[in-house]
């Protein structure tokens, strides 16, 4: 059973930092696209940062030069690392797996993150 398990959410104040971890319980972990969105209270959910299979990234404009993703295929693990943190990124961050050649789409349970003094 395919399972993606969020981690590092917390409370932080504004200008801080932390890093999500998502470890991923999937054979050929490295042809997936891995991915982060978030959804905050009465928000859809957005995709936040996305890498392929082949390390490229791609981020919404909102934390571009804030928030950095990577993947370590060895240990089968995505993160994303959020910097200058603000109010609007409080919400849950879901870590998400996907190859539609293979037919995979996964998900997490999520974490939350809360920007707040």
């Known amino acids: 059973q395919v399972q993606l398990v969020e981690s590092g959410g917390g409370l932080v104040q504004p200008g801080g930092s932390l890093r999500l971890s998502c470890a991923a319980s999937l054979n050929f972990f490295n042809i997936y696209t891995m991915a982060w969105y978030r959804q905050a209270p009465g928000k859809q959910r957005e995709l936040v940062a996305v890498?392929?299979?082949?390390?490229?990234?791609n981020y919404i404009d909102s934390v571009k030069g804030r928030f950095s993703i990577s993947r370590d295929n060895a240990r089968k693990t995505v993160s994303l690392q959020m910097s200058s943190l603000k109010p609007e990124d409080t919400a849950g961050y879901f870590c998400?797996?996907?190859?539609?050649?293979?037919?995979?789409?996964?998900w997490g349970k999520g974490t939350l993150v809360t920007v707040s003094l």
């Open positions: 998400n797996a996907n190859n539609m050649r293979l037919g995979g789409d996964y």
């Open positions: 890498i392929t299979s082949g390390g490229t990234t």
